[in-house]
């Protein structure tokens, strides 16, 4: 290549060369003057970064660096001209030279008038694969705990994985930055980010020791990556490790966003726990730091620094979380309050008073997380004049003559109160007044500091230690209890926000008169046993409505803090009154009562819209005749819809804390009790485990009145195995079990596929009877139920590891007792069901249904034909076409598609290595297909419409999508297990125009759970029936009915909380492999809608299908009537799908009933 440059300096040009050797590229500029000059000039690797001082090895003669950005050569006289040749390293992958000239004669800069001067090098690259996709293809098959990539500089990653194999930890790292690497490295032993020196048997070849806490370990090039491994034995492998790159050559240190490296080896803190992120990393490192070294460090700092950390959060919840668990850990004194300095009150409470109207004012700014924003309030002080706890300790003292004398408790305390009031001397005073009240009882006042996480040790240990006890004065009893019983307000007022009394006095010119009287009254009459427990529950709900109303509106910081502070102590409040006084014998309608005011108080804590509608779906059962069976059956589905979203704020929380309470309580050496209970300590103290302690006392009344008992049968049977628990089904999916196994799982999706092996299923999760897994159950003969009652499933449970036989009893419920022997271990019996499906040749793109059979459709299709004009005219068919079998391998084998067809059989031949991820991958792989002109010209003359052409690719996309199910984890796992061989699936696409269903029902013919012929069993839900099928939490309204024409019985009132709104299209997968004998493939494969529903949130409490009784008897007599007529058209027990919408009925598919 040559290139000619002029240069801004008149009549001067530059003429660029490049040659390439095998290794080195060669860069001649040649310049028409012998002028002295100097190339000022430095290297990028893409064009558009900035300079860098090219490695030293790369100098020509002469050359002397400048900066870190640039080196200057001098240009050599030859002849009439100046000459420089820069040699570059291939491996370098340089992009550009940059440069200007400079003039030392006349000491004059050419610069190209400020744009500087460039060579865009055309050297060859070697394509090298990304840094992550080879990670990932050496991962294949071990056990992977992390990958991660981050960005470097200019184009650059470092990618990093960590794995587990044969109890071995391997941390991977590769790079696409050239050139010599080196990785500055520390462990973590005892908290994260911790720099500890690696022992010498994890040392690489070629590690340097640097100093006591760090090594420098050469990364290997290979294939054009940079890479370094680093293995650890499980034994002794650390929490992580700290690290930072450098180029050796130009001295350049590379850190993740200006901090260091952090990668977890051993530790919780792994994919999926939210924290892998450098916005975590960087606010938590930044908080360790100030914590953890031994510097000057106050409250005053600690609440500073939160301050200052707030404005970064950016409205980001998990910071928030984050900054709510450290200040967590400090008001459980798990941190220190006072190191190495000390702090004035008004110092310490000037900074509360910053950080709480800084929290105040993102309370008024962020509405999303207001919740954590509260509980932030709940580990601060207030804040105030802090000036009057110095001052008041010294006029108490002056006013009753107690000397300021060394060895004196009252001095001792004022001296620490001077130099750094803590929360600690709430305690302190609290416990002196109870030695005064007393007549000087010492125990008793050690006894109050200890109950209140003071003990001796600790006012020993103080800065200014508190070491002498204090004395009794008897003339002084009176006075001084009426002196500190003030003062202790005052401590309150600036440390304990939460402080009911405090809050009040706070707060109280906000409010009206009236509610000013109700919450005077309240907390006169807090400690009266005569005042009804409803009436202070009323009391504080009504101030609370109140103040609710305030803080929607109010936008001034101060007034805000007050309001909240005062809302978080009445809160406080009534879950300490109702907790207190909740006991076995509780009188059922205060039950009601209760949880009606408890769910209104939670609704005022946080914004819930399904807690909202629990509650005026309550509100309006509570106003009825309660304890019928009827009344009682309805409330107990409020009841289970409540423990619901309970179950998942508990869940959100859990979730949300426990990751960053045991990433920073690590890294705090909090003390180790405290850690594991960190999270649910949070949730015990908030509203809603109220409400869940008060459902708890109800739901046992609820079943009695109901008449319900304490199991659910889903799918009858005895079974005989052993016990074995699990958090959730999905868990265990695919994993074969060579005992006959009884699981116990907490949580069942409704969408697993049973385990090979296992031989029966317990949860106490709500499941719907007609959902997925409750439909395999039923096929394979488990037994399948779901367990209401805590103590017998954790009986159950108690067996864990042991053999029990278990049977279904006449009244329902299930019978379990021990085996005598222990179950012979032997390989579950796969039965085959079919060795050959055929598959069927391409035939056409699209059918309509008069031409449905089964060589060209699967039973979905053929089962709606069967029925055209044989139903009467009040149930509709829905319209229908198809894409028939064969229609999936003609789309495969075009010439578009070829590389895709390549990939699939590639894919196919891998899926045992790893079938999860093979599975993914084939999913992914399909939904890339190109479609044939011809397929949707001739899909939209058989549908007769035009409208599906305006989202022809969206359409598309769904059928690609029910191609693709072939291939879930599901319907694979179900295949093998039976011995249906992969290939022999042919999928067709039923296409149907949505019915905008206002209820969805599924009907059984042949009542499965009493296996009685005579009875038909039925469940109904709001909008489209996919909540149904799939399972979506909470149950619909059941009933059975017998087919002699009595009425219908309601088993179930619904507990859902979201219907499925929508119309349009529905693609329904119709493979070739459903309703086999012996084998109910329906369910495994999915069906797609376009466009996809909308969620609606339901509320109840003026749902026609609850109360208007003739509307819901018409109703379920209509669906049943649906139900006998389509058995009779079939002549066997159905399988049927259905909905109702304005006015009309329509069964949308039926199917051989299991």
Not at 193 to 200: K, N, Q, R
Not at 793 to 798: C, R
Not at 974 to 991: Q, Y
Request: proline share 5%; with cysteine; hydrophobic share 40%.
């Amino acid at each position: 290549m040559k290139v000619k440059i002029t240069a801004a300096r008149n009549g001067v040009t530059i003429v660029v060369k490049e040659k390439e050797t095998n290794d080195q590229l060669e860069v001649s500029l040649q310049m028409n003057s012998h002028e002295p000059c100097l190339l000022h000039w430095g290297i990028s690797r893409s064009p558009s970064a900035t300079w860098q001082a090219p490695p030293q090895s790369l100098w020509p003669a002469g050359t002397k660096a400048f900066d870190q950005k640039a080196v200057q050569t001098p240009f050599s006289p030859i002849n009439s001209e100046n000459r420089i040749v820069l040699k570059l390293d291939k491996s370098m992958k340089v992009a550009t030279i940059h440069f200007v000239l400079f003039y030392p004669g006349s000491g004059q800069w050419d610069n190209n008038d400020g744009k500087n001067y460039s060579i865009k090098l055309q050297q060859v690259e070697e394509q090298t694969i990304p840094p992550h996709h080879l990670l990932q293809a050496e991962m294949e098959g071990k056990e992977v705990l992390l990958e991660k990539r981050f960005d470097l500089y200019e184009e650059y990653t470092l990618a990093v994985a960590v794995s587990k194999s044969n109890k071995n930890y391997r941390v991977m790292m590769a790079t696409d930055i050239s050139g010599p690497l080196l990785c500055h490295w520390g462990v973590a032993v005892n908290a994260p980010f911790e720099w500890l020196l690696p022992s010498a048997s994890v040392q690489p070849t070629g590690t340097a020791v640097i100093d006591s806490r760090s090594v420098q370990t050469p990364f290997v090039l290979q294939n054009g990556l940079n890479r370094l491994n680093l293995p650890f034995s499980e034994e002794g492998a650390p929490i992580g490790i700290t690290f930072v790159l450098k180029e050796a050559e130009t001295g350049l240190w590379l850190k993740d966003k200006g901090r260091n490296f952090f990668i977890p080896i051993n530790s919780s803190l792994q994919e999926g726990t939210g924290l892998l992120t450098s916005n975590f990393f960087s606010l938590a490192e930044e908080i360790i730091q100030a914590e953890m070294e031994k510097n000057s460090w106050t409250l005053m700092h600690r609440f500073t620094l939160c301050h200052d950390l707030l404005e970064k959060s950016n409205r980001d919840r998990d910071l928030f979380a984050t900054l709510f668990v450290w200040l967590r850990y400090s008001a459980l004194r798990q941190l220190d309050w006072q190191r190495n300095y000390n702090t004035q009150p008004r110092e310490l409470s000037h900074a509360q008073d910053r950080l709480t109207l800084r929290l105040a004012d993102m309370y008024i700014n962020n509405s999303e997380d207001r919740d954590i924003i509260r509980l932030l309030f709940s580990t601060l002080g207030r804040g105030g004049e802090g000036q009057k706890i110095r001052d008041e300790i010294l006029n108490i003292m002056h006013r009753h003559h107690i000397k300021e004398v060394s060895n004196h408790f009252m001095e001792e305390w004022h001296q620490k109160l001077h130099n750094n009031t803590t929360p600690d001397d709430v305690v302190i005073c609290e416990a002196y007044l109870e030695f005064l009240r007393s007549d000087g009882d010492l125990s008793l006042f050690y006894d109050t500091l200890r109950n209140k996480g003071v003990t001796k040790e600790r006012l020993e240990n103080f800065e200014r230690p508190i070491v002498t006890p204090p004395d009794f004065v008897h003339h002084l009893k009176e006075p001084l209890i009426h002196e500190f019983e003030n003062y202790l307000k005052i401590l309150k007022s600036i440390h304990s926000g939460t402080d009911l009394e405090s809050a009040m006095n706070a707060a109280h010119y906000l409010l009206n008169d009236n509610t000013r009287e109700h919450l005077d009254a309240l907390f006169q009459q807090r400690f009266e046993v005569k005042m009804q427990l409803l009436d202070q529950v009323e009391k504080i709900t009504m101030v609370r409505k109140e103040l609710g109303e305030l803080l929607r509106v109010e936008s001034n910081q101060g007034r805000l803090r007050d309001m909240i502070y005062l809302d978080l102590a009445l809160e406080e409040t009534l879950r300490l009154i109702i907790e207190g006084n909740i006991q076995p014998e509780v009188d059922q309608d205060q039950l009601v009562d209760l949880i009606d005011r408890a769910l209104e108080n939670q609704c005022l804590s946080s914004e819930s819209t399904e807690l909202m509608q629990c509650f005026l779906h309550w509100k309006k059962l509570k106003g009825m005749e309660r304890f019928s069976q009827d009344w009682s059956l309805h409330a107990k589905s409020v009841l289970d819809r409540i423990g619901r979203v309970i179950g998942a704020f508990s869940d959100d929380y859990y979730h949300l804390f426990q990751p960053k309470a045991e990433f920073l309580g690590s890294a705090f050496q909090a003390d180790s009790w405290i850690v594991p209970l960190f999270s649910e300590e949070i949730i015990r103290g908030r509203l809603a485990f109220i409400l869940s302690m008060l459902a708890h006392h109800l739901e046992p009344i609820l079943r009695m009145y109901a008449r319900l008992g304490n199991w659910q049968v889903i799918s009858p049977g005895e079974a005989s195995g052993k016990v074995e628990i699990v958090d959730t089904l999905r868990a265990i999916q695919g994993k074969s079990f060579c005992t006959p196994t009884v699981v116990v799982a907490d949580k069942v999706m409704g969408d697993e596929e049973p385990p090979s092996g296992v031989c029966a299923i317990i949860t106490p999760d709500a499941v719907d009877l007609v959902s997925h897994i409750a439909v395999r159950a039923r096929n394979s003969h488990l037994l399948f139920a779901t367990c209401y009652d805590n103590g017998s499933l954790e009986k159950l449970k108690s067996h864990r590891g042991h053999f029990l036989n278990l049977a279904v009893t006449a009244s329902g419920d299930i019978m379990f007792e021990k085996s005598d022997n222990a179950i012979t271990a032997e390989e579950p019996q796969i039965r085959v069901i079919i060795k050959e499906l055929p598959r069927r040749p391409f035939s056409s793109y699209a059918i309509s249904s008069n031409h449905f059979n089964d060589t060209m459709v699967g039973g979905k299709s053929n089962n709606l034909m069967r029925l055209q004009g044989v139903l009467p005219e009040w149930i509709t068919l829905p319209d229908s076409v198809a894409l028939p079998f064969g229609v999936f391998d003609e789309v495969l084998s075009l010439g578009v598609n070829r590389k895709v067809a390549e990939d699939y059989e590639k894919l196919l031949s891998k899926i045992e290595e790893n079938p999860k991820k093979r599975l993914s991958e084939i999913r992914a792989l399909l939904l890339k297909l190109q479609q044939p002109k011809e397929l949707f010209e001739e899909l939209l003359r058989v549908m007769n419409r035009s409208d599906l052409h305006q989202e022809e690719d969206e359409a598309w996309m769904c059928i690609k999508q029910v191609w693709a199910s072939k291939w879930n984890e599901r319907a694979y796992v179900s295949r093998k297990s039976r011995g249906i061989p992969h290939n022999n699936i042919d999928m067709a696409v039923l296409i149907q125009r949505v019915v905008p269903a206002e209820y969805a029902f599924v009907i059984h013919t042949h009542n499965p759970f009493t296996n009685d012929g005579n009875e038909l069993y039925a469940e109904v839900v709001l909008g489209l029936g996919e909540t149904l099928v799939s399972n979506y939490p909470g149950r619909a309204l059941s009933f059975t009915k017998r087919k002699d024409g009595s009425e219908p019985n309601l088993l179930a009132y619904p507990s859902k909380g979201i219907a499925l709104i929508g119309d349009g299209y529905i693609f329904r997968s119709d493979s070739n492999g459903e309703d086999l004998e012996g084998y109910a493939g329906a369910g495994l494969y999915d069906s797609v809608m376009l466009p996809q529903p909308k969620k609606l949130s339901l509320q109840y409490e003026e749902e026609p299908l609850l109360w208007n009784l003739s509307f819901r008897r018409d109703m379920l007599n209509a669906i049943a009537e649906i139900g006998m007529i389509t058995e009779m058209a079939t002549g066997s027990p159905q399988d049927i799908e259905g909905v109702y919408a304005k006015g009309k009925y329509y069964l949308v598919q039926t199917r051989p009933q299991v």
